[in-house]
């Protein structure tokens, strides 16, 4: 008989936290009186004391049992209550709001202008490149005396190579005025053959090689001869060069230009060696 008064306990104290606990209690409240299941076939229904006994002690356990599960039941709803409030309140807060950029500019006419704007800014300036590229920016380009003036005369910022073909040095000076073309599109890099040139060498005063001549508006505003201002040495290093270009505002600087852990002296400020200021009658000739 103990056997069979401890099923019902032990199938219900199986069921899981959250499963239905509602069915353990239909499952106990189902089940006959525990003494009459211990009854073997064939016994008289007439129940005497000790009958009595057992009965009323399987009905309270019986008892027992279902105010057990219903507890059971009614903590399991509430924890599944709290399980779904707490889950519901992440999700509230881990959402962020979702924008629509072409709504928000439709409703914004000031933005939307702005932006056509811009897009048309970018446009001109992509457009300028264009030009600026297939007139020689961005590359050392060599000139005529014939072209010369009008170059000078209608381009902005002009550094100017005078150069002879057979000079090992001018040959030094071309590589970094290539690497320095590339770098600054803006200012136009050129160089013309001294000799082919008699005219303009003899109105600048080019009286030695390599030498470059930069030019602001038509006007002249650096000169530098030979290597002296740029360590005197044939493999110096172009932000020498670039150093001077930036002082006389031939070229814009760039942040590579102005972030140089490696220089052994580092940017001075200073005018150096073969930095010449142009003189008023140069300043004058192409006016």
């Avoid at 073909?165 to 590589?175: A, G, L, T, V, Y």
């Avoid at 073309?181 to 109105?203: C, E, L, N, Y």
Wanted: with cysteine.
């Amino acid at each position: 008989a103990s056997d069979t008064q401890n099923t019902p306990r032990r199938s219900f104290l199986r069921q899981p936290l959250y499963g239905d606990l509602s069915c353990a209690l239909r499952i106990a409240c189902s089940q006959p009186p525990l003494a009459e299941q211990g009854k073997p076939a064939g016994r008289s229904a007439t129940m005497g004391g000790e009958d009595l006994k057992m009965d009323a002690k399987a009905y309270h356990q019986q008892m027992n049992t279902i105010a057990h599960a219903q507890t059971m039941v009614a903590a399991a709803k509430a924890y599944q209550k709290e399980m779904l409030a707490a889950e519901a309140e992440a999700n509230a807060g881990s959402s962020a709001p979702v924008y629509n950029i072409g709504e928000l500019m439709n409703e914004d006419e000031e933005l939307q202008k702005l932006h056509e704007e811009r897009i048309e800014q970018l446009k001109s300036e992509q457009e300028k490149r264009v030009q600026m590229q297939r007139s020689g920016h961005g590359q050392l380009t060599e000139v005529t005396e014939a072209d010369f003036l009008e170059v000078v005369t209608k381009t902005e910022a002009v550094v100017c190579h005078f150069f002879h073909r057979d000079f090992e040095r001018c040959k030094i000076m071309d590589k970094h005025l290539v690497e320095l073309a590339r770098k600054h599109f803006d200012t136009k890099f050129i160089k013309m053959s001294a000799p082919d040139a008699p005219f303009f060498t003899v109105k600048l005063d080019i009286k030695m090689l390599p030498c470059l001549v930069c030019f602001l508006n038509g006007n002249t505003v650096l000169r530098v001869v030979g290597f002296d201002g740029l360590g005197g040495v044939d493999d110096f290093e172009t932000w020498r060069l670039e150093e001077q270009l930036i002082a006389s505002g031939t070229v814009v600087p760039k942040v590579e230009a102005v972030e140089k852990d490696d220089r052994i002296d580092g940017p001075s400020g200073k005018v150096r060696k073969g930095f010449q200021p142009a003189s008023s009658d140069e300043d004058s000739d192409f006016d």
